[in-house]
């Protein structure tokens, strides 16, 4: 029976739980803004690149654990928009930016599938050498890159989430 899996698969669905609290209140003609404090605008990530930016991760999450990543495979449109090198901007009339329930589905459909991959994961699999050379010497394992994707760069993102909101005037969730 796996012993890792399910450690990493709890910390995703919490995760997961608090990414979707974070929603609650939230404006669709305000998700792919930047948010603003007294008239003056704050330039960091929106909530529509931070869950996009996230959703193009959970695919990687479960092919490398030998699932099949097509139904959560983004789009060249997403790999563009919210790649780890794509700039967050202001989208005040909505024509950058799909909108928000595409955005949040195709992050909640990978992460759920992402979850139940690792969690499913045998031991030997997590425990293989990771596959991305650059992330190596940080991760050197599958199951060290796979926390991270699922734990440590998930709630990083989750962070600017809930400072947007709080900017914004939503407060916690």
Same mark, same amino acid.
């Given at each position: %029976? !796996?012993?890792?899996?399910?450690?990493?698969?709890?910390?995703?669905?919490?995760?997961?739980?608090?990414?979707?609290?974070?929603?609650?209140?939230?404006?669709?003609?305000?998700?792919?803004?930047?948010?603003? *404090?007294?008239?003056? %605008?704050?330039?960091?990530?929106?909530? #529509?690149?931070?869950?996009?930016?996230?959703?193009?991760?959970?695919?990687? *999450?479960?092919?490398?654990?030998?699932?099949?990543?097509?139904?959560?495979? !983004?789009?060249?449109?997403?790999?563009?928009?919210?790649?780890?090198?794509?700039?967050? *901007?202001?989208?005040?009339?909505?024509?950058?930016? !799909? !909108?928000?329930?595409?955005?949040?589905?195709?992050?909640?459909?990978?992460?759920?599938?992402?979850?139940? #991959?690792?969690?499913? #994961?045998?031991?030997?699999?997590?425990?293989?050498?990771?596959?991305?050379?650059?992330?190596?010497?940080?991760?050197?394992?599958?199951?060290?890159?796979?926390?991270?994707?699922?734990?440590?760069?998930?709630?990083?993102?989750?962070?600017?989430?809930?400072?947007?909101?709080?900017?914004?005037?939503?407060?916690?969730?």
């Amino acid at each position: %029976m !796996p012993q890792i899996g399910p450690i990493i698969a709890a910390s995703a669905r919490l995760s997961l739980a608090y990414a979707e609290r974070l929603l609650k209140d939230v404006p669709s003609d305000q998700f792919a803004r930047f948010a603003r *404090v007294g008239g003056t %605008m704050i330039e960091s990530n929106h909530p #529509a690149f931070i869950y996009g930016h996230l959703s193009l991760y959970a695919p990687r *999450v479960v092919e490398q654990l030998g699932g099949d990543s097509t139904p959560f495979a !983004p789009s060249s449109t997403f790999e563009k928009l919210f790649s780890k090198d794509a700039k967050c *901007v202001d989208d005040p009339d909505g024509s950058i930016y !799909p !909108p928000m329930d595409e955005i949040t589905s195709a992050l909640f459909a990978g992460y759920r599938a992402a979850t139940e #991959a690792v969690e499913q #994961a045998g031991d030997e699999i997590l425990a293989a050498e990771n596959p991305n050379q650059a992330m190596r010497s940080k991760f050197p394992t599958k199951g060290a890159m796979h926390a991270f994707y699922l734990g440590g760069h998930f709630m990083v993102h989750m962070g600017q989430m809930s400072a947007w909101r709080r900017a914004e005037g939503l407060g916690p969730a």
